[in-house]
Every structure is written in structure tokens, then in C-alpha cells.
């Protein structure tokens, strides 16, 4: 069972850093991303010699960048999409929430989840056990498309710790794979549809 994660195409928050507009559109740039992601993902994309990206369907944050973002998806892949509200961002600097040493030669100190946080976490929770669920259902691998945090988050979740920090790109693309009784993270941060000047974070 393969999960794949998109995140959305740059922003106008990611812009402008108007704190007081949590659900801004995609930028002009944001949406050229969009699209080439769309197109490397109806080639169908080639991950290696023997792994090609197939979507059985797509789920997608409610907020307007991740809807702006996935419109070109569903489209050039032909595929049904579900909006889901487990998807959304966090309304929160997820980071600010995780624990950090001092060095790295020190252990994580003791840890207990801020609650906001640990609500976050639960959604995340809810958001992977959808794809689980659509996966299931369509017997293909499915797509979610969301946010740098909510995506962190079930990262975090599937590798059982909240010690570690994964840093996505707009429009990049993360897998995990169900096998063998444990998640794999076998695709951190595709990118390869997009020419180096188009990548942003």
C-alpha cells in the first residue's frame, strides 16, 4: 500500500506573510508548479527503473492552496478527488511545538505535547488513516494533498517520533509504503518536475 503526499504550490501567504490570512491562494508561480506536477505525475512519472507514480484517487485539504493545487492533478490524471477536512494546516507555527536540545551530542529532553499540538497530531492521525482507507478501496496507491505541517505530522507519526523535522518543498511530492508490517518513507521531497528556479519552500 503506497500513500503518496503532495504538498501545495507556493502561496500568497509564503509571499507576503500576512498572519491574518491563514487560507490565501496560490501565487502565479504557485500554480505553474501546480501544473508541472500534474503533467510529470500523468506521464506517468518514472521514480526508478522499475516504479512508475499511479493514482487511484486523491483527497484534498478544504484550504484554497491545496484546492488550487489539486485542481490540475484531478484533471490530467482523470481521477476522483475528496475534500477533507483532516487535511487542513495547522493555524499554528507546528514547529514552535517540538521538542529540541540544546546540541546534538545532547539527547531530546523529556517531552509532553503541547494540547494544541496533540489535537494536531490526532488529526493527522484521522487525515493517514483516509488514504489508508481510499487505498484500500481502490486497490491503487492514492494521493493526499495538504500542508508543510499536516504533512510533517504524519511523517512524524509513521516514523513513531516527534524528534525529527522534515523541511517540504512547494509542489514536492513524499511517499509511504505499508510493508512488512511497519511505514517505509521510501520518497522524501520529489521534485523533479520543477526546474531549480521554480523551487521554493
Known amino acids: 500500500m503506497k500513500i ?113 499540538y496533540a489535537v494536531f497530531k490526532q488529526q493527522a492521525q484521522a487525515a493517514l488513516y483516509a488514504l489508508v482507507a481510499d487505498a484500500e478501496t481502490c486497490g491503487q496507491p492514492v494521493l493526499g494533498v495538504a500542508h508543510g505541517g499536516l504533512i510533517s505530522t504524519m511523517l512524524r507519526l509513521a516514523t513513531g517520533s516527534d524528534t525529527v523535522s522534515f523541511w517540504l518543498y512547494n509542489t514536492s511530492l513524499s511517499a509511504l509504503e505499508w510493508k512488512r508490517g511497519r511505514w517505509h518513507l521510501i520518497h522524501l521531497n520529489l521534485w523533479d518536475h520543477l526546474p531549480p528556479a521554480w523551487r521554493t519552500f
Not at 13 to 32: A, F, I, M
Not at 40 to 69: F, H, M, Y
Open 4 to 116: 503518496y503526499l503532495a504538498r501545495h504550490g507556493q502561496s500568497r501567504w509564503q509571499v507576503e506573510r500576512d498572519d491574518n490570512d491563514w487560507n490565501s491562494p496560490l501565487t502565479d508561480l504557485g500554480q505553474r508548479q501546480a501544473q508541472l506536477l500534474a503533467n510529470w505525475l500523468s506521464t506517468p512519472a518514472k521514480l526508478d527503473n522499475e516504479t512508475r507514480v499511479e493514482i487511484g484517487c486523491v483527497r484534498v485539504s478544504p484550504l484554497k492552496r491545496a484546492q488550487e493545487t489539486a485542481v490540475p492533478i484531478t484533471t490530467a490524471l482523470n481521477c476522483p478527488s475528496h475534500t477533507d477536512a483532516y487535511l487542513r494546516e495547522a493555524d499554528f507555527y507546528v514547529s514552535e511545538h517540538l521538542p529540541a536540545a540544546a546540541s546534538p551530542y545532547q539527547a531530546m529532553p523529556t517531552y509532553k505535547p503541547s494540547f494544541r
